[in-house]
Structures are given as structure tokens and as C-alpha cells.
């Protein structure tokens, strides 16, 4: 039997939740105004800066304080903070699961990466090295490319979702965005990435050539027509529960991560294509060890500690960064207080999977159905 909040398997994400506590709406007194710092604008905010939080400010790529920049915290904020509201949003009322939460995640990454940044193309972006030439064809830095589009759709936008689910199980499968801030976060995501394209415009010279841009585009909306169509069940868990400790979970994201990130900047292999392949497949083992060992209950310190292991080389680094270089200054702090928050997360999702609820107090019967009622 499936432990309270956890879904029965990751795949899944049901179009609404049962009624119940958690899930009815509160009745409001008359005349009284409802409040606007609801539960479920507490989960979007979580939502918008988490995924900020880890795709810039812990993998460095945004240091503490270039990331709490007015500016750029606005911008990363509505941009990574509304692309990830949407993806979750879209992919509940589609009513479909994490295959096209993944699919839409790697469309946010080509738009990111290969549309606004324009990394996908530019041979000097800052952050290539020997990929700018390496794995470069038709004027596409290919294993490049591919690296950052499955690093979005994981760390970017999967993660933040599955861990604001965890923080907020009360909203687990269901909308946090009516139909009115549906189009506002559509809109604001809309401003986030032109304000992105314009931006790379000024910091950079390189104009792309248009046949390979509107080739990157039109691999952004093939990956969400096919987020659109892919059949709900095509991740599915064994069921049962986990048959691997949090351990081999946390030691399979860092694998995952560590191996993703140094194969695709230290050319294993001298033909990129079998770089990409190998890749490829290496990130497809993961996902089938993930689904074959996960299970279907009670795995919800199971998935933060993958996610954790995930995480764990950025965690890692961040010591380096900051050691090495002053640019990066803070850090050290960041990786403590992410390490810090995997742990608090883990010790919340073991509560639940014992059983013990953590969201809100056992509600009883009414009167009229209570045992004593009935035996009388």
C-alpha cells in the first residue's frame, strides 16, 4: 500500500487529488476578504526560485553576488522561476507525467541555450573551452548542446518541480495556477526570455546564421509536440518498494552527473558522434537503473537522495570556486545551505514514508459517523 503523498509511481500525475483536508476548498466568512498569501502562491514562489536557485546560483554559473543582483535575480527569477511553473502547469492539464516533463525541459534548455544565450552556436561562448570546437558541425556545437539540454531538463526543471511537490504534497498533481495566472506567468515568462535574447545581444558580437537558428527552433518545437504526444506509462517504476538503499540512489545521481559533466568537456572519444552517443546511453542506463529501482512506495527519501547525488559535484566544486577564485565569494556557504536543505528534505520525506503526517492533523469524524455514534 502506497504511503500518504507519494504518488503510486514517479510516472505518475493524476489531474486532480481526491477531496479530502488537504484538497477541499476552505469555506470564506462572509465578508471577509480572502488573503492573498495562499498556500498555493507560497508553492509557486518555492517553485520559481528553486529552480533559479539550482540551475544558476548552485552550479556557479551565477555566483551569490551576481545571482542577488537586483537585476539579475529579477531576471533569472521570471525567466528559469516561470519556464519551470509552466512546464509542471502544462504538463497537469495535458494530464500526462515526468516523460513530458522531461521532453518540456529540454525544450526550456534549447530556447535557454540555443535561442536566447545562443551557447548552442557562438564558438566562443565563455563557458565552451575545447568545445567550441570539438563536437562543432554546421556551425552547432553539438556535445555541447546535447550536455546542456538534459542538464536543464534535470537540474533546471525536473528537480525543482519533484521537490516543491515534496514540500507541498497538498498540491502534488494538482493546479497551483488558475486560469487567469496561467496567462500571466505565460506573459511573464514570455518578457523573462525576450529580456534574455536582447541581453545576449549586447554582451556578445556573435549574430547566428539563420538557417542553423531556425533549425534550434525547430528542434524546441519538435521536443514539445513530442512532450505532447508521448504516452503517459512510458516511465513507469517497478512496483513495490525501493530495492536499493538511499545510498545507491545518491551514489546513481552522482554518477549520473559527475559522469555527464567531465565526459562531455574531456573528448573520451576523438569522433564526437560517439562521444554523444556514449552519452546518450550512459544518461538512458541511469533513467532505466532509476525506474527499475525506485519503486512505487514509500521512495520519497529514495528520490532525494538521488537528486542530492545529482547535485553533489556542484556542492563539491563550490569550495574550489570559491578557494581559486574571488569571483565566486559565497559559494562555500551556498553549497553548506544546499547540503544543509537535501538533508532537512531527506529527514522530511523518511517521516512520510513511515507513515507519519507531516502536512496536517488527523481530522476526526464528524459526530453523527464517529464509532461511538454507530455502535449506539
Request: hydrophobic share 55%.
Amino acid at each position: 500500500m502506497a504511503s500518504k503523498g507519494l504518488p503510486p509511481n514517479i510516472e505518475y500525475v493524476p489531474n486532480s487529488a481526491p477531496a479530502g483536508p488537504l484538497t477541499s476548498a476552505s469555506v470564506q466568512p462572509a465578508g471577509q476578504k480572502a488573503p492573498w498569501w495562499t498556500p498555493k502562491r507560497k508553492a509557486i514562489v518555492f517553485l520559481m526560485f528553486m529552480s533559479a536557485a539550482i540551475a544558476e546560483l548552485v552550479s556557479g554559473s551565477s555566483p551569490p553576488l551576481e545571482f542577488f543582483n537586483p537585476f539579475m535575480f529579477t531576471l533569472l527569477f521570471l525567466f528559469y522561476g516561470c519556464g519551470a511553473v509552466l512546464v509542471r502547469e502544462t504538463a497537469i492539464r495535458w494530464n500526462k507525467g515526468f516523460a513530458t516533463i522531461l521532453l518540456l525541459g529540454a525544450a526550456f534548455g534549447i530556447l535557454e541555450e540555443g535561442l536566447a544565450v545562443k551557447s548552442w552556436l557562438d564558438p566562443n561562448w565563455m563557458d565552451l573551452g575545447t568545445l567550441g570546437w570539438y563536437g562543432r558541425f554546421w556551425g552547432v556545437n553539438w556535445v555541447w548542446a546535447v550536455w546542456l539540454t538534459v542538464y536543464h531538463s534535470v537540474c533546471s526543471i525536473t528537480i525543482p518541480i519533484i521537490i516543491t511537490d515534496m514540500v507541498f504534497p497538498q498540491f502534488k498533481g494538482v493546479r497551483i495556477t488558475d486560469d487567469e495566472g496561467w496567462k500571466s506567468y505565460k506573459g511573464f515568462f514570455l518578457l523573462g526570455s525576450l529580456v534574455y535574447l536582447f541581453s545576449f545581444l549586447f554582451i556578445t558580437p556573435y549574430r547566428p546564421p539563420v538557417p542553423q537558428f531556425l533549425v534550434v527552433a525547430g528542434l524546441m518545437v519538435m521536443a514539445i509536440w513530442i512532450a505532447y504526444i508521448v504516452p503517459v506509462p512510458l516511465l513507469r517504476a517497478t512496483p513495490g518498494r525501493p530495492t536499493w538503499s538511499p545510498r545507491r540512489f545518491f551514489l546513481l545521481g552522482a554518477f549520473f552527473l559527475f559522469f555527464t559533466f567531465f565526459s562531455a568537456g574531456s573528448a573520451l572519444s576523438a569522433v564526437p558522434l560517439v562521444m554523444v552517443i556514449i552519452f546518450c546511453a550512459t544518461d538512458l542506463v541511469v533513467l532505466f537503473l532509476l525506474l527499475r529501482h525506485i519503486g512505487t512506495e514509500a521512495n520519497g527519501r529514495h528520490l532525494v537522495a538521488f537528486m542530492a547525488g545529482c547535485e553533489s559535484l556542484f556542492l563539491f566544486i563550490g569550495f574550489i570556486f570559491e578557494f581559486f577564485n574571488h569571483g565566486f565569494l559565497g559559494m562555500s556557504a551556498v553549497s553548506v545551505g544546499a547540503a544543509i536543505f537535501f538533508v532537512w528534505l531527506y529527514k522530511r520525506m523518511e517521516k512520510v514514508d513511515l507513515g507519519v503526517s507531516i502536512v496536517a492533523p488527523a481530522v476526526p469524524l464528524p459526530s453523527a459517523v464517529t464509532p461511538a455514534a454507530v455502535k449506539a
